[in-house]
C-alpha cells in the first residue's frame, strides 16, 4: 500500500517540474518562472529561471505582513557569555536586518557584490547574511575556527567589497580575538576589502584600523533601512567554501530560488514541524547546517530558530542540551552524532535530563556523519523520542536521505539515514557506471538533474565542477560517498571514497593538511590518515618522512608541524597526532598506500596491495601507529 512518502518521491521522479512546481506554489514570487527546469545548457541544470524573489523578505518580511509580526523568530542562548538569552520577534528582526542592509549599502554594497562574514555564533551573524539577501549582495561566511592562512584563500576567491567580523569568538574558557585573524587573512591576501564592519563584543574591545574599520554599532545608529531587492531565482544567494580534494577549497554556490523552494518544503515534509515551531539546529552559522537549519528553512517556514553559542558540554556540563531544549520549548532538534557521544560520555546515565522538562521534545536530527548505532540507542531510550539520521553535503544544501517525518515516519534502521528523499535519484554504481545489486557496496550517486537548492556550480570554477563532480559518472552527481542500498530501500553511507575525514562532524582535507607539512623544512614526505576515534568520529595522524641528514629531535619537529596545521588550517583541523617514520608504504608507481595505512589503524582486515612496492613496510607502520596509541592489524 502505498502512502505520502511513495506518492510524493514517485512524482518527483515521473513529473520534476510539476512537483517542484506545485511545491514553489508556497513561496511568495515577485515574478513567476518561466521555466520549472531549465535543461538549456546542460550539465548546468538552472530551476525556475526567470523568476524573480527575494530570499530576505520570505525569510522576515512575509511573516510581519501574514501576522508573525510578534512571534519570536530568533532566541540567542549564549552559555560563554555568562547565559546570556536575547529574542528577537519576526518585526525585531526585520528591523535589525533592513537596518544592516542599509549600513552595507552606504558602504558601497550592490547586488551581486561579495560580503564576506567571519562570525561567531551571535544574532548579528544572521542579520548579516539575511541583510546581504536583501539588498542581493552574495554572502560568504567563513566559520571562526579557520585560521588566517584559510581566510586569505576565501577572500582571495570571493573577492568581497566588504568583510563583517567581530572582535571575539568564545571558545570554553578562551576568548578568540578575531582581528589578529583578521588582519593577517587581509595582510595575505592579494584582494583588498574596501571596509570591514566589526561587532565590537563586550568581552573584547579593540583598536580600529582607521579608514577600514566601521563599528557596528556606530553605523547601525544612522542606517537608513533598505529594502528586499528583485534577484533572479537563479543568482546566487551565497558561497560556501568547503573542504576539496586538495587545499584548494570548493566555493559551493546556491541560488535563491532553488533554495527557497527546497528548504521551506523539508521544514515540514522532512522536519514534521509547523510555523510557530521552535526548531534547533546545535551547529555553526559557518557550516551549512548553520546557513540551511539556523537561518534560513526555519525563518523561511515562519519557525522561532534557537542560535546557540555554546557547546554540548563544558558549557557548563553535559545538560546544556536539555537546559536549552527545556528553557525555549524546542519541538525539533538537529545537530551530529558527536555532540551526543560527548553527552554521552560525560553522562552516561542521562542524569543531568531529569531536572530538565523535556514534554515539548518531539524529534532528534542528526547528521554531518553516520550515526553508530550505541549513538542512536543511548539517544532513543534516554531521551524517549525518535532519532532520525540524515545524510547530506554542503554541495546539496538539504537531505539526500532521511526519515521523511512529515510525510511517512518509516521503522528506523540503525546505520542508515533512510530513504532517498523526493527529488534525489540516488543510485549505487560501479565503476562502470552500471548499477549494483542490493546489499553492494559501490559509489553513491545521483541521476541528473539534481533537485532545487543543489548547487548550480563552483563560485568561477565551471570546469572544476565539471571535474569534480560530474565526469567520473557520465549523466550522474558523484557524492564521493560509498555506501549501499538493502532490499527495502534503505541507504547505508559507509565511507568517503576522497580524501576527506569527518572530524566532529566538521569536513576537513587531509590533502590540504599534507600541503601543510609538506611545508616543514625538515620534512620531505608526508601522509595524513583519518583514524577511528570513539568521540569525534576520526581524527587526523600525520607521518612524516624526514629529508636525509636531519638530526634534529623527532619531538621538537612534530611540534612544530602540529603547530603550523593549527596556524595555518584552525584549530578546527584537530591536527594533534603525528609520528616519524623511514619511508611511506606506496604502490610501484608511487601512490601512497593511505587506505590500507587507514585500516591498519582502526584494527581493521586489509588485503595486501598487490601493487604494493615493499610489504615488510607495513610492519613499520603498525610499530609507528602502535607507538602513538594506535591498534595493531590483522592481514586477510
Ligand atoms: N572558533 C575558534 N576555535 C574553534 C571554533 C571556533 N568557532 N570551533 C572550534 N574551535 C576549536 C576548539 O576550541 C578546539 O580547540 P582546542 O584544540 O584548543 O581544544 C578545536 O577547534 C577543535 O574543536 P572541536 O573539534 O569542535 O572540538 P571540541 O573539543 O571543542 O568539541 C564537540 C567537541 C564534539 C563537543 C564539538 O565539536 C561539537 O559540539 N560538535 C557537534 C556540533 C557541530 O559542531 N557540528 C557541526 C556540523 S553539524
Ligand atoms: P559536509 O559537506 O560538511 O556536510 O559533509 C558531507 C559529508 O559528511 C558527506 O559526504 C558524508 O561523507 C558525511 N555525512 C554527512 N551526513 C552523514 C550521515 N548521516 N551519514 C553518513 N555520513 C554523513
Known amino acids: 500500500m502505498s502512502n505520502a512518502f511513495d506518492d510524493a518521491y514517485r512524482r518527483s521522479m515521473d513529473d520534476p517540474e510539476g512537483f517542484w512546481g506545485d511545491v514553489a506554489e508556497d513561496v511568495r514570487w515577485i515574478k513567476k518562472w518561466d521555466r520549472v527546469l531549465d535543461s538549456s545548457n546542460k550539465p548546468f541544470y538552472r530551476w525556475f529561471s526567470g523568476a524573480e524573489v ?52 552606504a558602504n558601497g554594497v550592490e547586488k551581486g557584490d561579495r560580503v564576506l562574514i567571519y562570525m561567531p555564533m551571535v544574532p548579528e551573524a544572521a542579520i548579516a547574511m539575511l541583510a546581504c539577501a536583501r539588498i542581493g549582495a552574495i554572502h560568504s561566511v567563513v566559520f571562526g575556527g579557520f585560521a588566517s592562512n584559510e581566510l586569505a584563500v576565501r577572500i582571495d576567491d570571493a573577492k568581497p567589497k566588504v568583510i563583517v567580523s567581530a ?65 533572479l531565482a537563479t543568482d546566487p544567494l551565497y558561497i560556501l567554501y568547503t573542504s576539496g580534494t586538495t587545499g584548494e577549497p570548493k566555493g559551493v554556490v546556491r541560488d535563491n530560488g532553488g533554495h527557497l523552494v527546497a528548504l521551506k518544503w523539508s521544514m515540514k515534509n522532512i522536519y514534521g514541524v509547523d510555523p510557530g515551531d521552535v526548531y534547533w539546529a546545535a551547529s555553526d552559522v559557518g557550516w551549512v547546517v548553520g546557513h540551511s537549519y539556523i537561518v534560513y528553512a526555519p525563518l523561511f517556514h515562519g519557525c522561532t530558530t534557537i542560535l546557540y ?9 553535559a545538560g546544556a542540551f536539555w537546559r536549552v531544549i527545556s528553557d525555549h520549548k524546542v519541538n525539533v532538534m538537529f545537530t551530529a552524532p558527536t555532540a551526543f557521544r560527548a553527552i554521552k560520555r560525560e553522562d552516561p546515565d542521562g542524569k543531568l535530563m531529569q531536572d530538565y522538562d523535556l514534554s515539548h ?52 534502521k540503525p546505520g542508515s539515514p533512510t530513504k532517498a528523499v523526493p527529488g534525489w535519484d540516488v543510485q549505487i554504481l560501479d565503476e562502470n557506471v552500471t548499477p549494483v545489486k542490493d546489499g553492494v557496496i559501490g559509489a553513491i550517486c545521483i541521476k541528473l538533474p539534481l533537485p532545487p537548492s543543489s548547487l548550480p556550480t563552483l563560485w568561477n570554477a565551471d570546469d572544476r565542477f565539471i571535474e569534480s563532480y560530474l565526469t567520473e559518472f557520465p549523466g550522474f552527481y558523484k557524492t564521493a560517498d560509498a555506501g549501499y542500498r538493502d532490499e527495502d530501500g534503505y541507504l547505508y553511507i559507509m565511507a568517503r571514497t576522497d580524501d576527506i575525514i569527518n572530524v ?95 585500516k591498519i589503524a582502526d584494527n581493521e582486515d586489509y588485503k595486501m596491495p598487490a601493487t604494493i612496492d615493499d610489504p615488510a613496510i607495513l610492519d613499520e607502520i603498525k610499530e609507528a601507529l602502535e607507538g602513538i596509541g594506535y591498534a595493531s592489524s590483522r592481514t586477510a
Not at 607521518?543 to 638530526?551: A, P, Q, S
Open 54 to 105: 527575494n530570499t530576505c523578505f520570505n525569510a522576515v518580511d512575509r511573516h510581519v505582513e501574514e501576522g508573525r509580526a510578534d512571534q519570536l523568530a530568533l532566541i540567542y542562548d549564549s552559555p560563554v557569555t555568562g547565559n546570556t538569552v536575547r529574542t528577537y520577534t519576526y518585526k525585531q528582526l526585520l528591523d535589525e536586518v533592513a537596518g544592516f542592509a542599509g549600513v552595507l549599502k
Open 504 to 598: 566532529a562532524g566538521h569536513r576537513l582535507s587531509t590533502g590540504g593538511m599534507e600541503e601543510v607539512l609538506s611545508k616543514h623544512p625538515d620534512v620531505a614526505e608526508c601522509a595524513v590518515i583519518g583514524v577511528a576515534d570513539d568521540l569525534k568520529g576520526q581524527l587526523p595522524v600525520g607521518f612524516l618522512v624526514l629529508k636525509v641528514g636531519v638530526d634534529k629531535d623527532h619531538a621538537d619537529i612534530i611540534s612544530e608541524v602540529i603547530t603550523m596545521v593549527r596556524d595555518q588550517i584552525g584549530p578546527v583541523a584537530a591536527f594533534k597526532t603525528a609520528s616519524v617514520i623511514d619511508r611511506l608504504p606506496k604502490t610501484r608507481s608511487g601512490k601512497i598506500l593511505r587506505g590500507t595505512m587507514q
Open 361 to 412: 521534545f518531539r524529534h532528534l536530527f542528526l547528521a554531518g556523519e553516520r550515526t553508530d548505532s550505541d549513538t542512536l540507542h543511548w539517544a532513543e531510550e534516554k531521551i524517549g523520542v525518535p532519532v532520525i539520521d540524515h545524510w547530506w553535503q554542503t554541495e546539496t544544501g538539504w537531505s539526500i536521505a532521511a526519515n521523511c517525518i512529515g510525510l511517512h515516519a518509516f521503522p528506523v
Open 309 to 317: 553559542e555554546g557547546k554540548p558540554v563544558g558549557t557548563p556540563d
Open 167 to 231: 572582535t571575539c569568538g568564545i571558545e570554553v574558557g578562551r576568548v578568540i580575538e578575531y582581528m589578529p585573524l583578521l588582519n593577517g587573512a587581509i595582510d595575505m591576501a592579494a584582494h583588498k576589502p574596501n571596509h570591514c564592519i566589526i561587532l565590537e563584543r563586550p568581552e573584547f574591545k579593540t583598536v580600529l584600523s582607521e579608514g577600514r574599520d566601521i563599528d557596528w554599532a556606530t553605523a547601525m545608529e544612522s542606517a537608513v533601512p533598505a529594502e528586499c531587492v528583485p534577484v
